[in-house]
């Protein structure tokens, strides 16, 4: 697996609900690691009702209230001063399968920011026809924000808010690649101490071998509980209030599996903080 150390290519589906306003605050924040491609994307159907319509996500305005850049900055002074670089789509139609393979199969992202609502919204795309095909296409990793979270990008002024994050840890998939990458994944954006919880539900016997990093004010504690992993992992995430949750998934099918019947899913959909899924099996030419 090949796992980037920061994120160049951030692809952000949204349907311009609040919960897709707290997911594009992630991907703005982590774009902002720069330098970076950031894709806002949006699917409307035909016959949609314009009076749903509603516009993208303001960048410039939302650097404006951060600070990073000057209020009325010009379009221009984006990119040259933050090495961002942001790309609206918008595509109509009544295929949102065949709209999102044909635009990630020419501009493939290393990191999907995603909110994670369930009957509505961007939920409608990733469903029954439309996550097969798009999961055979599209094995990177994922950040999911679930609707009840604020995340750990504070909107009012895009200061991180992380102090601890908790990472399953199983033999398989053996999670040493994602361990290894973590501290430079998140160090791109948040240099700040951390502590790193690894849990592992079953006994010390069948406890994966680990080796973590040494990083300056990181801490690595490890956790061993039997049970229900899915009811150990939320148990766990809500005890310590963590604002993050990793999972090594196996990658096989892609990062939309994690919205199907795998113990992702089930994390995903009953976390309070976001989950970042990062995939064991990277594929050699992404999009292909």
């Given at each position: 697996?090949?796992?980037?150390?920061?994120?160049?290519?951030?692809?952000?589906?949204?349907?311009?609900?609040?919960?897709?306003?707290i997911?594009f605050?992630?991907?703005?924040?982590?774009?902002?690691?720069?330098?970076t491609?950031?894709?806002?994307?949006?699917?409307?159907?035909?016959?949609?009702?314009?009076?749903?319509?509603?516009?993208?996500?303001?960048?410039?305005?939302?650097?404006?209230?951060?600070?990073?850049?000057?209020?009325?900055?010009?379009?221009?002074?984006v990119?040259?001063?933050?090495?961002?670089?942001?790309?609206?789509?918008?595509?109509?139609?009544?295929?949102?399968?065949?709209?999102?393979?044909g635009?990630?199969?020419?501009?493939?992202?290393?990191?999907?920011?995603?909110?994670?609502?369930?009957?509505?919204?961007?939920?409608?795309?990733?469903?029954?026809?439309?996550?097969?095909?798009?999961?055979?296409?599209?094995?990177?990793?994922?950040?999911?924000?679930p609707?009840?979270?604020?995340?750990?990008?504070?909107?009012?002024?895009?200061?991180?808010?992380?102090q601890?994050?908790?990472?399953?840890?199983?033999?398989?998939?053996?999670?040493?690649?994602?361990?290894?990458?973590?501290?430079a994944?998140?160090?791109a954006?948040?240099?700040?101490?951390?502590?790193?919880?690894?849990?592992?539900?079953?006994?010390?016997?069948?406890?994966?071998?680990?080796?973590?990093p040494?990083?300056?004010?990181?801490?690595?504690?490890?956790?061993?509980?039997?049970?229900?992993?899915?009811?150990?992992?939320?148990?766990?995430?809500?005890?310590?209030?963590a604002e993050?949750?990793?999972?090594?998934?196996?990658?096989?099918?892609?990062?939309?599996?994690?919205?199907?019947?795998?113990?992702?899913?089930?994390?995903v959909r009953?976390?309070?903080?976001?989950?970042?899924?990062v995939?064991?099996?990277?594929?050699?030419?992404?999009?292909?």
């Amino acid at each position: 697996m090949s796992v980037p150390a920061r994120f160049t290519r951030i692809f952000h589906p949204t349907d311009f609900s609040p919960p897709s306003d707290i997911a594009f605050v992630h991907a703005l924040k982590l774009a902002l690691a720069g330098p970076t491609h950031l894709t806002l994307f949006h699917f409307a159907r035909e016959g949609q009702d314009e009076d749903d319509a509603h516009e993208f996500p303001k960048v410039r305005d939302t650097l404006a209230k951060w600070k990073v850049l000057p209020p009325n900055a010009p379009r221009e002074a984006v990119a040259p001063t933050l090495g961002l670089y942001i790309r609206k789509v918008e595509v109509g139609g009544d295929d949102p399968t065949g709209a999102i393979l044909g635009f990630l199969a020419s501009h493939p992202p290393d990191l999907i920011v995603l909110a994670t609502h369930q009957r509505s919204g961007v939920a409608r795309w990733l469903h029954g026809e439309v996550a097969l095909p798009v999961a055979r296409q599209s094995v990177v990793p994922a950040l999911f924000v679930p609707p009840e979270s604020t995340g750990f990008v504070d909107s009012s002024t895009g200061n991180i808010q992380l102090q601890r994050i908790v990472m399953p840890v199983d033999r398989h998939p053996h999670p040493q690649p994602v361990i290894d990458m973590l501290p430079a994944l998140v160090g791109a954006f948040h240099p700040g101490p951390l502590a790193v919880e690894f849990l592992h539900v079953g006994t010390a016997e069948t406890l994966p071998r680990l080796r973590t990093p040494e990083v300056a004010g990181w801490t690595w504690t490890t956790h061993v509980a039997d049970g229900d992993v899915v009811d150990r992992i939320l148990e766990t995430t809500e005890a310590g209030s963590a604002e993050l949750v990793v999972l090594t998934t196996l990658g096989r099918h892609g990062f939309f599996d994690a919205i199907r019947g795998s113990t992702t899913e089930r994390v995903v959909r009953g976390a309070r903080c976001p989950v970042l899924a990062v995939p064991t099996a990277m594929p050699a030419h992404p999009g292909r």
